[in-house]
């Protein structure tokens, strides 16, 4: 069974920093791999999806990369501001349109 | 944003009612999920679907059905609610492409609590 896995639960930076946010995953066979970002009782915006053939991906101050070997994604915030507060969470596709979802991580970012 | 639409936003009912809860797409994609969002356990799928009438199990289905006659319209049924399924619920849409797999886009959510 997948098991996905954020650590830390929960991170608190100063304005600015270059962040890592990492993601990692049990079974290897897997077809993708998506970021989302949600927002205290909102739903869940994508912000990155990898497939299994790629390495990474990047959108704006946005960078994921995909390692399937060892199992682990990570998210790269750069310049960070206080606007990316947010639970991040990343979910793998293993099969059947399924996605397994890690428990998120809890940024802050302080002004 | 996805065209997507949940209703209702917020619902409490008592232990013993069935509740239906709406999704609604304007995208006309393929696929359609309903998923749970609980502390400590985060996001787990409940069923899913792959087109009109065709539905699927996902991890945590027991006391709850779906039903898709149409395209645009995912219904979720707890039959008698209980106070384990006081959740945030989650609808989800995907296109097919003939694979890999697709990105996800989410609803707003319906918060339910059962008293």
């Known amino acids: 069974k997948q098991e996905v896995t954020q650590i830390p639960a929960a991170l608190s930076v100063p304005e600015g920093e270059n962040l890592v946010l990492n993601c990692s995953f049990t079974d290897s066979a897997i077809y993708n791999l998506q970021w989302f970002r949600q927002d205290p009782g909102k739903g869940l915006t994508s912000l990155l999806l990898i497939q299994s053939s790629q390495r990474e991906q990047t959108s704006g101050r946005l960078n994921a990369s995909l390692d399937k070997s060892s199992g682990r994604s990570t998210l790269y915030i750069a310049a960070s501001q206080p606007g990316d507060s947010a639970t991040y969470l990343c979910?793998?596709?293993?099969?059947?349109?399924?996605?397994?979802f890690g428990k998120g991580m809890k940024l802050t970012v302080n002004p | 944003d996805a065209g997507i639409t949940q209703s209702p936003r917020h619902k409490v009912t008592e232990t013993g009612t069935p509740v239906t809860l709406r999704c609604h797409q304007t995208?006309?994609?393929?696929?359609m999920y309903w998923y749970r969002q609980d502390p400590g356990h985060g996001l787990r799928l409940i069923h899913y679907s792959y087109g009109v009438k065709d539905t699927d199990k996902g991890e945590v289905s027991d006391g709850y059905s779906v039903s898709r006659s149409k395209t645009e319209d995912f219904l979720l049924t707890l039959e008698s609610a209980t106070s384990s399924q006081t959740s945030v619920y989650f609808c989800a849409i995907s296109e097919y492409s003939g694979g890999p797999y697709n990105e996800q886009f989410f609803g707003p959510g319906t918060r339910l609590t059962v008293l």
């Open positions: 979910a793998v596709g293993g099969g059947s349109e399924k996605l397994v």
């Open positions: 995208e006309n994609h393929r696929y």
